[in-house]
């Protein structure tokens, strides 16, 4: 059984900073992508950011610019760095792994206000 154990979220004020971690019970090479996606009530769940072919990265286009996705292979984990914060990030963020099956984490919430 994969488990996805996610990290860092929180309360952060606008304009501020938090880094949100992802750790994997396997090394992360057996994966085809390794993603973040966010949800708050009443909307769809949407892709944030992720990693795909070992190195590529993609964003929407919402957060382009403010966030990076990597990697920690040593460490079977990903991030997201997320800088420049406004209350419109402010959601359930959930990591989310894709390989011969699909594996999501508990979703860690981020509140962003004054």
């Known amino acids: 059984q994969v488990r996805l154990v996610e990290s860092g979220g929180g309360l952060a004020p606008p304009g501020g900073s938090l880094r949100l971690s992802c750790a994997a019970s396997e090394d992360i090479f057996s994966f085809y992508s390794m993603s973040w996606y966010r949800q708050t009530p009443g909307k769809e769940r949407e892709l944030v950011a992720g990693i795909r072919n070992v190195r590529e990265t993609y964003y929407a286009d919402s957060v382009k610019g403010r966030f990076t996705v990597f990697r920690d292979n040593a460490a079977n984990a990903i991030h997201l760095q997320m800088n420049n914060l406004n209350p419109d990030d402010t959601a359930v963020y959930y990591c989310?792994?894709?390989?011969?099956?699909?594996?999501w984490g508990q979703g860690i919430p981020v509140s962003v206000s004054s």
């Open positions: 989310h792994f894709r390989g011969v099956a699909d594996f």
